[in-house]
């Protein structure tokens, strides 16, 4: 399965371009789309979008979490500003892959098509996230906020179909526009995850779809399953075939190893122990939160 991290460019404290249209707000709205119809296509995708930081370290933080991702490639999206008009995309010239100039070039086409302005073709430049990324990759600038003609073209077509016709470029294919599935859980090779029935899913957020029941939906949609570090605090997820629970559903109330063999007990609340006695005061976990046998 093809691997792709994509990002929405800049954040809340350190925007974009502003006009006619607002980037920050319009990047996250394409690069969503971009992500449901690469899924669709059986692509997997990874979110490397940073939020709430400061330009200087914006930059940096989207890189290393790129590639750390595994991803094969990479597309940040952004819109452009500075009085002129049309797309453009970029790519890296010391990219030892033609994937970043062959893809430049066919999306920067698609969009000028797609919304009607000008195509202001494939760039080669080495801003930071084409320098600094591991994987041939892309910068999509879609239209220019500070031009009228630019911003009612964007308006038109909309971030979906936006989203959708650079997928089709990335996949090499048409996609089907998707069905809306029911809400509820559903399961592919990498694990479960929540759709809400719109066509979106729940990610980054604990979720209670039934009375007892806790999990904890990643940054990528997927229920986390083992060990998981959450906000600074240790909570176990259970595993496939774990008697008493559903699969990826936050254990309470019991014991559980890691890989070394520990032995941790998880609160009422699900985060692991530490520094007191535990199930019914029988037994002493210390500040790491293993069982200290010596007590």
Not at 66 to 82: D, W
Not at 232 to 255: H, L, S
Not at 258 to 272: A, Q, T, V
Request: glycine share 12%; hydrophobic share 35%.
């Amino acid at each position: 399965m093809p691997k792709i991290s994509t990002n929405a460019g800049h954040t809340h404290k350190a925007p974009g371009a502003s006009g006619h249209l607002d980037e920050v707000t319009e990047d996250r709205k394409i690069r969503a789309a971009l992500e449901k119809y690469l899924r669709q296509a059986g692509w997997s995708v990874h979110d490397s979008t940073t939020e709430e930081v400061t330009s200087s370290a914006d930059l940096s933080m989207i890189c290393s979490k790129a590639n750390a991702s595994g991803s094969g490639y990479f597309v940040s999206i952004h819109l452009n500003s500075g009085g002129g008009s049309g797309t453009e995309v970029y790519y890296s010239p010391t990219s030892r892959s033609d994937w970043g100039k062959t893809m430049a070039a066919k999306i920067s086409a698609a969009l000028a098509s797609l919304m009607g302005i000008r195509n202001r073709g494939a760039k080669a430049n080495n801003f930071y996230v084409l320098k600094h990324t591991n994987m041939p990759a892309i910068l999509i600038e879609i239209c220019f906020v500070d031009s009228a003609a630019d911003a009612e073209a964007y308006r038109r077509v909309g971030p979906d179909a936006i989203g959708k016709t650079i997928a089709e470029c990335i996949v090499g294919k048409a996609i089907g526009t998707p069905q809306v599935a029911k809400s509820g859980w559903y399961k592919d090779s990498r694990g479960w995850w929540w759709e809400n029935g719109d066509g979106s899913y729940k990610k980054s957020q604990w979720f209670n779809p039934s009375r007892g029941e806790w999990y904890w939906l990643g940054a990528n949609g997927y229920a986390a399953t083992g060990w998981t570090l959450i906000d600074g605090t240790w909570y176990y997820f259970a595993k496939a075939g774990e008697p008493g629970y559903r699969e990826c559903q936050m254990v309470t109330e019991a014991w559980r190893k890691d890989s070394k063999g520990n032995d941790y007990w998880l609160s009422g609340d699900g985060s692991m122990a530490t520094s007191r006695w535990v199930d019914r005061a029988r037994y002493y976990v210390g500040p790491d939160g293993a069982w200290d046998q010596s007590r």
